[in-house]
């Protein structure tokens, strides 16, 4: 019996030092070494509009080593096999989550033809718009917005041959904020963990809310479990993404959102976790919070 406690003590202490090694190599390492050992950030393309908000002193949203990555993927955005395949299958999973939390919130019917008809929705790094499409098919009003113009030309493209419509523009949160602009609904999904200034990308996002409207986020957490299955696994080692995609220390937590929520008084209402399974890329909304995960707020 002695034996087995030693045992189990030592065992234990061993896990706890693991652990708590990992987490201090984790805060003390910048993942972006990794990402430049890797050396796999794409090629950048030409892009003016880019280049000058990057040499714009003040404060901004845009990262350009973020403008450089997506600009160089751009044509791959309707591909759903290529890089942007985990963005595709999501969707699946968050129009169903989306729809029916608005249908909730605004008393539509769930199983109507155009469900968010007259809503007006706003969708943040809507990248090449397989979201702004998919929520437009729902009946939306729909404003895609992102900081690449490649991003905006590739939507413009898809949605030509589209029977529905959605406006696009290359313009920054923080800018069309300036408009005093509002919506119905505003949707910032993966994006948070792209930008350069957080609180300011927040604080733009909330103010294009309405009164009574509603924010919707997705992203991943930050922690050493989310480190290894969002950035060592999916990226090193399944190679689902590009090296580089995510920087660990660009990652957010989901107390960190409710900090930048609370501030401009929206209110959280759910919170979900998203799970893949590795083994058949299959993806489900599920209880835990711990990596990926989804909320929506109220204001
Ligand atoms: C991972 S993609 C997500 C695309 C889309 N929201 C989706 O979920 O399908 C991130 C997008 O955010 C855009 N982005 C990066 N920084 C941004 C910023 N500061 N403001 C707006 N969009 C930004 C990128 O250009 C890219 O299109």
Request: proline fraction near 4%; charge should be negative; include cysteine.
């Given at each position: 019996?002695?034996?087995?406690?030693?045992?189990?003590?030592?065992?234990?202490?061993?896990y706890?030092?693991?652990?708590?090694?990992?987490?201090?190599?984790?805060?003390?390492?910048?993942?972006?070494?990794?990402?430049?050992?890797a050396?796999?950030?794409?090629?950048?393309?030409?892009?003016?509009?880019?280049?000058?908000?990057?040499?714009?002193?003040?404060?901004?949203?845009?990262d350009?080593?973020?403008?450089?990555?997506?600009?160089?993927?751009?044509?791959?955005?309707?591909?759903?096999?290529?890089?942007?395949?985990?963005?595709?299958?999501?969707?699946?999973?968050?129009?169903?989550?989306?729809?029916?939390?608005?249908?909730?919130?605004?008393?539509?019917?769930?199983?109507?033809?155009?469900?968010?008809?007259g809503?007006?929705?706003?969708?943040?790094?809507?990248?090449?718009?397989?979201?702004?499409?998919?929520?437009?098919?729902?009946?939306?009003?729909?404003?895609?917005?992102?900081?690449?113009?490649?991003?905006?030309?590739?939507?413009?493209?898809?949605?030509?041959?589209?029977?529905?419509e959605?406006?696009?523009?290359?313009?920054?949160?923080?800018?069309?904020?300036?408009?005093?602009?509002?919506?119905?609904?505003?949707?910032n999904?993966?994006?948070?963990?792209?930008?350069a200034?957080?609180?300011?990308?927040?604080?733009?996002?909330?103010?294009?809310?309405?009164?009574?409207?509603?924010?919707?986020?997705?992203?991943?957490?930050?922690?050493?479990?989310?480190?290894?299955?969002?950035?060592?696994?999916?990226?090193?080692?399944l190679?689902?993404?590009?090296?580089?995609?995510?920087?660990?220390?660009?990652?957010?937590?989901?107390?960190?959102?409710?900090?930048?929520?609370?501030?401009?008084?929206?209110?959280?209402?759910?919170?979900?976790?998203?799970?893949?399974?590795?083994?058949?890329?299959?993806?489900?909304?599920?209880?835990?919070?711990?990596?990926?995960?989804?909320?929506?707020?109220?204001?």
């Amino acid at each position: 019996m002695k034996e087995l406690f030693k045992l189990f003590s030592g065992g234990l202490i061993q896990y706890l030092l693991l652990y708590w090694t990992l987490i201090a190599v984790v805060s003390l390492t910048d993942i972006r070494y990794l990402n430049l050992i890797a050396t796999m950030r794409p090629d950048c393309q030409d892009n003016k509009e880019d280049k000058s908000m990057a040499q714009n002193p003040e404060k901004t949203t845009v990262d350009p080593a973020e403008v450089e990555k997506f600009n160089a993927l751009a044509a791959l955005w309707w591909d759903a096999k290529g890089p942007f395949w985990p963005l595709h299958r999501l969707n699946i999973l968050r129009i169903d989550y989306i729809k029916s939390k608005l249908c909730h919130h605004y008393g539509r019917d769930v199983a109507a033809i155009a469900p968010l008809s007259g809503l007006k929705v706003l969708d943040i790094g809507c990248g090449g718009g397989i979201l702004s499409e998919s929520m437009a098919a729902l009946g939306a009003e729909v404003k895609g917005i992102d900081v690449v113009e490649r991003n905006i030309e590739i939507a413009r493209a898809h949605c030509d041959s589209q029977p529905f419509e959605v406006e696009y523009q290359c313009i920054r949160a923080e800018d069309i904020e300036q408009s005093g602009e509002q919506y119905d609904v505003v949707l910032n999904m993966e994006v948070v963990e792209h930008v350069a200034d957080l609180s300011l990308f927040m604080r733009s996002a909330n103010q294009l809310v309405r009164e009574g409207g509603v924010h919707f986020i997705a992203t991943i957490n930050r922690n050493p479990l989310a480190w290894i299955v969002a950035i060592i696994g999916a990226e090193y080692i399944l190679r689902w993404l590009p090296k580089g995609t995510h920087q660990y220390s660009k990652l957010v937590k989901p107390e960190e959102l409710h900090s930048l929520l609370a501030a401009d008084q929206l209110e959280i209402r759910d919170e979900v976790g998203v799970q893949v399974n590795p083994f058949n890329k299959q993806m489900a909304i599920v209880p835990f919070t711990g990596v990926n995960y989804m909320l929506y707020a109220t204001k």
